[in-house]
């Protein structure tokens, strides 16, 4: 079946390409272990843009239906290893909700843990991050990354830790969530600085109740960030259908 691809439709486009794919895999058309076809192929198949593709196999290897690897291709994983692999259909707002209660007390636990070499290591991502090291958005994303994931090990709990380093991998595997974060990450990078070094204070001074608190208010702010970025999301949704069916009429009032 083939899809008209326009920038309205292309969510839901994407959406519609990994299920015609996990179709062909549940039906033995893509074999566990062989090679899906080229995104060229794909594209041509689905009559969609290569870039709805890629948005696809993404979505797919977040559902542990396929494993891309770099330079080879995607090929379609083994049915135990994608149940084992697989991702939940969560939104932003979920992820951040568990990131809130998981990280908020894994910082409290840091505090009396971290050791000084922990809490170096710490303060030069903090400086990097302040001082814009990192030109690229996805090396600020790395960086982000890296001083969660310092604070989830410093808690020395193998428990936490681990579920903090799945929720970081629906962070940047899940299709929705991979797309606001990266719209309220471009626009918030002074608050979040400010909020890294505040937490690093806290761990710092080794006060559980002072990091704890500094963690829930980084969740906070993201949260109020993110639902302005849905709202924004949605006006530009509204203008762009009011702008269509203006056209439209001033077409049909023409003819």
């Known amino acids: 079946m083939a899809y008209k691809n326009t920038d309205n439709q292309r969510e839901r486009l994407y959406h519609r390409v990994v299920e015609q794919i996990l179709q062909s895999i549940r039906a033995g058309d893509y074999r566990p272990g062989s090679r899906l076809p080229s995104e060229r192929e794909l594209a041509d198949k689905y009559e969609v843009s290569r870039v709805t593709i890629r948005e696809a196999t993404i979505a797919l290897e977040a559902k542990g239906a396929i494993d891309i ?59 990097a991050m302040a001082t814009g090291k990192s030109s690229k958005p996805e090396e600020g994303d790395d960086l982000d990354r890296q001083f969660h994931m310092l604070i989830a090990a410093a808690a020395n709990n193998p428990a936490i830790e681990h579920c903090i380093k799945e929720l970081w991998r629906m962070r940047n595997h899940v299709p929705q969530v991979k797309d606001l974060y990266a719209r309220v990450c471009a626009v918030s990078m002074d608050d979040r600085q400010n909020e890294h070094s505040e937490i690093y204070a806290a761990l710092k001074d080794r006060d559980p109740a002072k990091a704890r608190a500094a963690m829930r208010n980084h969740f906070h702010r993201l949260f109020e960030t993110m639902l302005s970025a849905q709202e924004s999301a949605a006006i530009d949704e509204l203008r762009r259908s009011i702008g269509t069916q203006r056209a439209r009429f001033l077409q049909a009032s023409a003819a």
């Not at 990131?99 to 894994?106: N, P, S, T, Y």
């Open 69 to 127: 690897r770099a330079g080879s291709g995607a090929f379609v994983r083994e049915t135990s290893a994608a149940n084992q692999l697989a991702l939940p259909d969560v939104s932003a707002f979920d992820l951040t909700t568990a990131r809130m209660i998981f990280e908020a007390e894994a910082a409290a636990l840091a505090s009396t843990n971290i050791t000084d070499q922990q809490l170096e290591k710490l303060a030069r991502l903090v400086e």
